[in-house]
C-alpha cells in the first residue's frame, strides 16, 4: 500500500482532528469508508483513524478497541509504525480500572517481539575503559515539562569527576531549559521526529555510551523504546516517566522504591529487575514558574476540593467517588481543571458528571490554561485520581500547600502519589480502598484547624524530605550506576572477557 496516498484520500479526517473537531471527522471518515471502501492492506490505517477520532471524542472504551484491532491488522502495516502504535497501546492501557495485573503483564511482555526483531550490538570491556563512566539518558524531550521536573538534577548535579553524561532527545525543539542543560553535560544531541531509530542508536553505540537511561520508555509514542531495543548501550535502566515495566528483555534495570515497589510486590510483573532507590524513585525539582506564584491562602467556606489532572485520567468509578464525597461536606463542590487544552474534553466531563448525578452547583469545569498554578489557592483539597494517580499535579498541588487524599493498589503506576506522600510525611492521607479515599476527604474537609496547618506546613515539609533532596537522590541514582557497571564487568571477566589496557 501507498500510505502517504491513502493519508492523502483521508485527508480530511486528519485535517479535522487537527483542528480539534473530532465528531466531525468521525462523520466524514464514516461517509468516505462507505463511499470508498479500502483495501485490505489499507485496514489497520482506516481502524487507526477510528482510534484517533474515539480518542479526541474522549471515548477510551471505543478508541482502545479501534487501537487493538489496528494492530491485529498487520497486512501491509510497516514494522515501525506498528511499534510505536504498540507502545501507544501499552500507555493507554493504564487508563482503564477494568485492565488486570495479569492483563498489563503481560500486553506490556508481549513488546519483546519488536526487540527481537532487531539487530543488537555486542559490547566488550575494550571499547568501555574511560577515565569517566559515560551514562546516556533518551528522552522525547528534554524542554520545559512534566517530566523534566522529576530528572533534571540528574543533569546539572551530577558529579563531574566520576561521569560523562549525554543526552539524545528525539525531537528537535529547544527552550531555555534544554539549552541550559547542554551548557552542563558533555553531549546533546537532538533528533528530527523522522528519523531512523537504528541510527539514534548508532550514535549511542558511537558515542560508548556506558549505562543508557530511558526515562520516558512507552510515553512519548514508543520512540525511545524503539531505539532502546537495539541495545546501543551494554546496561540499560528505565522509568521515572513511565509506570509499568517495558516489557523489553533489552532493559536491564527499572528505578524503583520502598514505596512504589515494596520487595516482592510485584517484582514478577517486571521484565527487568527492580532498582529500588533508599526513598523516592524522582527527585521533585519545582518550575520557575511554581516559585513565582504567591502563596496566600485561607481555608474557603464551604471547602473547595480540586482535581487538576488530565481529563483522560478521569473515570466513572472517580467521579462517583467525587459525588460521595461533595454530598457528604454541604455546600462543598470540586474545581475540576484539567492539564492539557482538548476542544472537546470540558463538554464531555459535564456529560458524564451529569449523567453520574452532579447538580450545576457542585462542580466548576475549566479548560487548561497558562495561569493555573494560581488556581491551586482556589482549592482546599487535591482529590486524585485513580488508578491512573497524579505525580507531578500532584508535587505542584503539594508544594503550593494543597493537601492530597489519594488512593493506591498494587501497580508502581497506582503507588506514585502513595510514594511521594509517604516521602513527605503524609503518607496518612493516602488510601488503600474507596470508602478509605471518600471517609478521609470528608474528615479533612470537616476540620477546618488541620486544613489551616498543612496549607502553611505542606510546603515545609516537602522541602525538608527526600523528595526535594536533589544531592541524596542524585548520589543514590550514582552508587546504582556504579554498582551495576561493576556488575557487568563482572560477567563480562567471568566470561573470560578482558578488556586491552
Not at 325 to 343: D, E, F, M, Y
Not at 440 to 448: I, P, Q, S, Y
Request: glycine residues 6%.
Amino acid at each position: 500500500m501507498d500510505l502517504g496516498e491513502l493519508d492523502s484520500r483521508y485527508g480530511a479526517v486528519l485535517e479535522l482532528l487537527e483542528q480539534e473537531a473530532p465528531q466531525q471527522a468521525l462523520d466524514r471518515l464514516n461517509r468516505l469508508v462507505q463511499e470508498e471502501g479500502y483495501a485490505s492492506d489499507e485496514e489497520w490505517r482506516v481502524l487507526q483513524y477510528y482510534s484517533r477520532c474515539y480518542y479526541k471524542l474522549f471515548d477510551k472504551q471505543k478508541c482502545r478497541e479501534y487501537s487493538w484491532a489496528a494492530l491485529q491488522h498487520s497486512e501491509g502495516q510497516p514494522f515501525r509504525i506498528q511499534q510505536l502504535e504498540f507502545s501507544d497501546y501499552l500507555f493507554m492501557l493504564h487508563y482503564y480500572p477494568e485492565v488486570t495485573d495479569r492483563e498489563m503483564r503481560d500486553l506490556h511482555f508481549a513488546y519483546d517481539q519488536f526487540t527481537q526483531a532487531v539487530k543488537q550490538y555486542a559490547h566488550s570491556l575494550e571499547r568501555h575503559c574511560h577515565d569517566k563512566l559515560r551514562i546516556g539518558y533518551i528522552a522525547g524531550e528534554f524542554t520545559d515539562n512534566v517530566v523534566s521536573y522529576f530528572t533534571i538534577q540528574l543533569l546539572l548535579a551530577y558529579d563531574r569527576e566520576a561521569f560523562a553524561v549525554y543526552c539524545y532527545q528525539l525531537h528537535a525543539g529547544r527552550d531555555l531549559l534544554s539549552d541550559d542543560i547542554e551548557q552542563h553535560i558533555a553531549v546533546m544531541r537532538r533528533y528530527p521526529r523522522n528519523m531512523e531509530y537504528s541510527q539514534v542508536a548508532q550514535d549511542i553505540y558511537e558515542d560508548e555510551i556506558d549505562i543508557l537511561f530511558d526515562f520516558d520508555v512507552h510515553a512519548s509514542g514508543g520512540r525511545t523504546m524503539a531505539v532502546m531495543s537495539y541495545r546501543p548501550a551494554p546496561v540499560q535502566v528505565a522509568g521515572i516517566g513511565y509506570m509499568s515495566t517495558s516489557g523489553s528483555s533489552a532493559v536491564d534495570y527499572f528505578l524503583g522504591d520502598p514505596h512504589c515497589d515494596p520487595e516482592g510486590l510485584h517484582d514478577a510483573d517486571f521484565r527487568e529487575e527492580i532498582w529500588r532507590l533508599p526513598h523516592s524513585h524522582f527527585c521533585y525539582t519545582p518550575s520557575a514558574r511554581v516559585l513565582v506564584v504567591k502563596k496566600e491562602y485561607e481555608v474557603h467556606a464551604p471547602v473547595v476540593f480540586g482535581s487538576f489532572n488530565n481529563f483522560l485520567k478521569i473515570n466513572e468509578a472517580i467521579l462517583e467517588d467525587w459525588l460521595k464525597i461533595i454530598r457528604q461536606v454541604p455546600g462543598s463542590r470540586i474545581l475540576i481543571k484539567n492539564s492539557s487544552h482538548k476542544t472537546n474534553a470540558l463538554k464531555i466531563i459535564g456529560r458524564q458528571l451529569n449523567r453520574i448525578g452532579f447538580k450545576p452547583e457542585e462542580y466548576i469545569l475549566e479548560d487548561a490554561t497558562g495561569d493555573y498554578l494560581a488556581r491551586y489557592l482556589d482549592v482546599d483539597i487535591l482529590l486524585d485520581t485513580y488508578p491512573y494517580t497524579g505525580g507531578g499535579t500532584t508535587c505542584e498541588a503539594l508544594y503550593m500547600g494543597v493537601p492530597v487524599i489519594a488512593r493506591y493498589g498494587r501497580r508502581h503506576g497506582e503507588r506514585f502519589s502513595y510514594s511521594i506522600l509517604q516521602n513527605i510525611g503524609l503518607g496518612d492521607l493516602a488510601c488503600a480502598t474507596r470508602e478509605e479515599y471518600i471517609a478521609k476527604a470528608v474528615a479533612l474537609a470537616k476540620d477546618k484547624e488541620l486544613l489551616h496547618i498543612l496549607h502553611q506546613q505542606i510546603p515545609v515539609m516537602m522541602q525538608h524530605s527526600p523528595l526535594m533532596d536533589g544531592p541524596a537522590y542524585v548520589q543514590a541514582v550514582e552508587d546504582m550506576y556504579r554498582t551495576i557497571w561493576a556488575r557487568w564487568q563482572q560477567k563480562q571477566e567471568a566470561a573470560g572477557v578482558t578488556p586491552n589496557k
